[in-house]
């Protein structure tokens, strides 16, 4: 029996598919089997596959060199790091009943995002910085209140973090506002930012008048 995630890590907002493969390497027909489910407590899952009431699953016969593929679609919604087992038991017939046992780890991350710096005037443009984002998904910035630039979207590196950036049209409202990084896989995220008058000058500081 082995247990596989993908992706893996996973990331909040995201899915995680969790694959059980329960295989017969022996030379008799198995049977009476019955999978139960190790996951973690408090992770949301989509609906349990058929025939899996309360994370036990009742199995068909398997015989020689067979197998059978049991998957559970996480859906997880805060960051953790924890392990997903299982165990497979029998009341029938099997050269080496067990209880036979698999267990692999799970990451889950939550994206983050932060302005560098996080005040500006208009005509200026900042730096929104990110980290913990899956790798090379289309990451997109708006915020509001004001008007978002169009731009063409920014891609995380193979590490997650990436460097992209946001204009502040010349003529838009000043003030404080929010600024999302949004895209497939993941929640959207925020972080705060401010617009004022003033000049930025050597190191990223902004004066204000």
């Known amino acids: 029996m082995s ?3 993908q992706p893996n890590p996973g990331y909040v907002g995201g899915h995680v598919t969790v694959s059980y493969t329960v295989r017969n390497g022996g030379q008799a027909l198995a049977t009476g089997l019955t999978l139960t489910l190790g996951l973690p407590a408090g992770l949301p899952t989509e ?20 197998s059978e593929v049991v998957q559970v679609v996480l859906s997880p919604n805060a960051a953790l790091q924890t392990t997903i087992t299982a165990t497979l038991t029998t009341t029938g017939t099997d050269a080496d009943p067990g209880p036979h046992t698999a267990s692999t780890p799970l990451q889950i991350l939550q994206p983050q995002i932060v302005a560098v710096p996080p005040i500006g005037k208009p005509g200026f443009v900042t ?43 010349p003529k838009d409202e000043l003030g404080p506002r929010t600024i999302t990084a949004s895209g497939p896989g993941f929640s959207p995220v925020t972080c705060p930012f401010l617009v ?13 008048r």
């Open 47 to 66: 609906p349990l596959p058929p025939g899996c009431p309360g994370g036990t699953c009742q199995l068909g016969d398997l015989t020689p060199g067979s």
């Open 3 to 5: 247990i596989s995630a």
């Open 196 to 208: 004022v008058t003033g000049t930025i000058g050597p190191p990223e500081e902004v004066q204000r």
């Open 127 to 169: 730096s929104v910085r990110g980290k913990d984002f899956p790798p090379g998904v289309p990451v997109q910035f708006t915020w509001q209140p004001g008007i978002t630039a169009a731009a063409a979207p920014t891609y995380p590196a193979a590490d997650g973090t990436f460097a992209g950036q946001l204009l502040i049209l």
